[in-house]
């Protein structure tokens, strides 16, 4: 099971990415289209880089901006692309805090500790409405960190830790079981 089981689901997530890739296909007329199993995910590598080589010139900009700017004039569509393209650049951006840093909150009582990120620092309102400066933390549930809860924790109640992003998510992805090997113990606990 040790072996099956880790090697059974890379197996069946790989399938689901390429199967995923592979209806990049569907753009291509029905008469045209290859029929050889994988081919999408090397014409969708295509087409990232393409569009990125498109968007970076002076013309491709441009025609990035006139399309964000029709969007933004369609209601529903302005608001769902408005919204994840700033969470896109919040995520991605070089100098954003988001996911940078795994912290300990007392989360959901005192005494009750749980793994969460920094996702930024709340200002306006929430932050004149607060005694204290509070941090915008996200706590993701078990096994899927997708979700998760958005909590306004003091600065001076968090805990940072010196684990990176990934030990962390993969602490929480695997309910626990999966710690960073160089995970201080303390009182010379030495129990797995």
């Given at each position: 099971?040790?072996?099956?089981?880790?090697?059974?689901?890379?197996?069946?997530?790989?399938?689901?990415?390429?199967?995923?890739?592979?209806?990049?296909?569907?753009?291509?007329?029905?008469?045209?289209?290859?029929?050889?199993?994988?081919?999408?995910?090397?014409?969708?590598?295509?087409?990232?880089?393409?569009?990125?080589?498109?968007?970076?010139?002076?013309?491709?900009?441009?025609?990035?901006?006139?399309?964000?700017?029709?969007?933004?004039?369609?209601?529903?569509?302005?608001?769902?692309?408005?919204?994840?393209?700033k969470l896109a650049e919040t995520i991605f951006s070089d100098q954003s805090v988001s996911?940078?840093?795994?912290?300990?909150?007392?989360?959901?009582?005192?005494?009750?500790?749980?793994?969460?990120?920094?996702?930024?620092?709340?200002?306006?309102?929430?932050?004149?409405?607060?005694?204290?400066?509070?941090?915008t933390c996200f706590v993701p549930t078990t096994p899927n960190p997708t979700s998760g809860f958005i909590v306004l924790v003091p600065e001076k109640d968090i805990i940072r830790l010196?684990?990176?992003?990934?030990?962390?998510?993969?602490?929480?992805?695997?309910?626990?079981?999966?710690?960073?090997?160089?995970?201080?113990?303390?009182?010379?606990?030495?129990?797995?």
């Amino acid at each position: 099971m040790l072996i099956w089981l880790p090697l059974g689901a890379t197996l069946l997530v790989i399938r689901f990415v390429v199967g995923l890739l592979d209806t990049s296909l569907l753009l291509i007329p029905a008469a045209y289209r290859p029929d050889i199993p994988g081919i999408g995910v090397l014409l969708s590598i295509v087409l990232v880089l393409g569009t990125g080589a498109v968007a970076a010139n002076y013309l491709g900009s441009r025609l990035v901006v006139w399309t964000e700017a029709l969007l933004s004039r369609i209601p529903l569509v302005r608001t769902v692309y408005g919204g994840i393209k700033k969470l896109a650049e919040t995520i991605f951006s070089d100098q954003s805090v988001s996911f940078r840093q795994p912290i300990l909150i007392e989360y959901p009582r005192k005494g009750i500790w749980s793994i969460a990120f920094i996702t930024g620092a709340p200002i306006g309102e929430v932050q004149d409405k607060t005694a204290d400066y509070v941090l915008t933390c996200f706590v993701p549930t078990t096994p899927n960190p997708t979700s998760g809860f958005i909590v306004l924790v003091p600065e001076k109640d968090i805990i940072r830790l010196d684990m990176s992003v990934e030990d962390a998510m993969r602490l929480v992805i695997s309910l626990g079981v999966v710690t960073p090997d160089d995970m201080p113990r303390k009182n010379g606990d030495d129990r797995s």
